[in-house]
């Protein structure tokens, strides 16, 4: 259920409905709807979407639906359980360590 998600991912980034709702100048009240299963139109799904970080179809869907193959999706997974705090360190980390093997990888391609 949209509402249930909703307060699901905002609790998971300190924060709360009202309060998101506030800081996008949205109407509080609409919550009174999506607890009774409906949905924001368009346009809201998009900014609630951007504001935490996320897509439409986990709102909607609570899933991706992308191309993304599975060991992408589950990268994605893991990068959004991350803490918020931690989600530089974790970038940053990957890259160093995507350079490492692409570096690896073109010194052995050179040795053949």
Wanted: aromatic letters at 10%; hydrophobic letters at 35%.
């Amino acid at each position: 259920m949209f509402y249930e998600r909703l307060k699901s991912i905002c609790k998971e980034q300190n924060t709360s409905v009202t309060a998101m709702l506030k800081d996008l100048k949205l109407s509080t009240s609409s919550t009174g709807y999506w607890k009774k299963g409906n949905l924001p139109n368009g346009e809201v799904l998009a900014q609630i979407a951007e504001y935490l970080h996320t897509s439409i179809d986990y709102l909607i869907f609570g899933e991706y639906r992308t191309n993304l193959n599975e060991e992408q999706l589950k990268l994605l997974e893991l990068y959004e359980s991350t803490p918020e705090r931690a989600k530089y360190k974790v970038l940053c980390d990957f890259e160093e360590i995507v350079n490492l093997e692409i570096e690896k990888f073109a010194k052995k391609k050179e040795a053949v």
